[in-house]
């Protein structure tokens, strides 16, 4: 896999990619071949979930390489996660979805859609969505669970569970 994100990564540049962002630790790896000996920097985000040791020791090596390699984080708590030297090199984003003036009223769907891309693993937010919605009470919105955590029938366990306490809340 981290061949073929490589060879992605290539492709991309040679197409005239000036950055390559890597959004996940899995990806860095590919990204991190891919842009070792050339100029490209290289933006690693950084995200809420648990990594393992060898993820964060591949971090800190990832910060020592020479180029150009920045780590951006969505919250102070995934900087904090990759551990040092990388929570003091993260730029964390307060705001990575900013609210734009005005908003386009083409095409809006009643009741409004919302697409959620979730994982089956408990560190990847399914349980975070499922509070959210029950925070929310029963507001006329239709959502869209797409990625491991929506395939059907729902398989046993945590992500069971989730859908169960989601089809609960209506």
């Not at 950055?19 to 991190?32: C, D, F, K, Q």
């Not at 020479?66 to 969505?74: E, L, N």
């Not at 859609?113 to 925070?135: E, I, M, Q, W, Y």
Request: charge should be positive; aromatic fraction near 4%; include cysteine.
């Amino acid at each position: 896999l981290d061949i073929d994100v490589a060879r992605a990564v290539r492709s991309a540049i040679g197409c005239g990619a000036n950055l390559v962002h890597a959004n996940t630790t899995s990806a860095a790896r590919g990204a991190a071949m891919a842009t070792l000996l050339n100029p490209h920097p290289l933006v690693v985000h950084l995200r809420n979930s648990q990594l393992s040791t060898r993820e964060r020791v591949f971090l800190r090596w990832l910060s020592r390489r020479p180029g150009r390699v920045q780590f951006i984080a969505v919250s102070d708590g995934a900087a904090e996660t990759a551990g040092p030297p990388i929570t003091q090199l993260a730029t964390v984003s307060s705001d990575p979805v900013s609210i734009v003036a005005e908003r386009g009223q083409r095409d809006l769907h009643r009741p409004p859609r919302v697409g959620l891309v979730l994982n089956s693993r408990p560190t990847k937010g399914l349980d975070v969505f499922v509070d959210v919605v029950a925070s929310l009470g029963n507001p006329d919105i239709r959502w869209e669970v797409f990625g491991s955590a929506g395939v059907d029938p729902a398989p046993p366990g945590y992500v069971a569970e989730a859908r169960e306490a989601l089809t609960t809340l209506g």
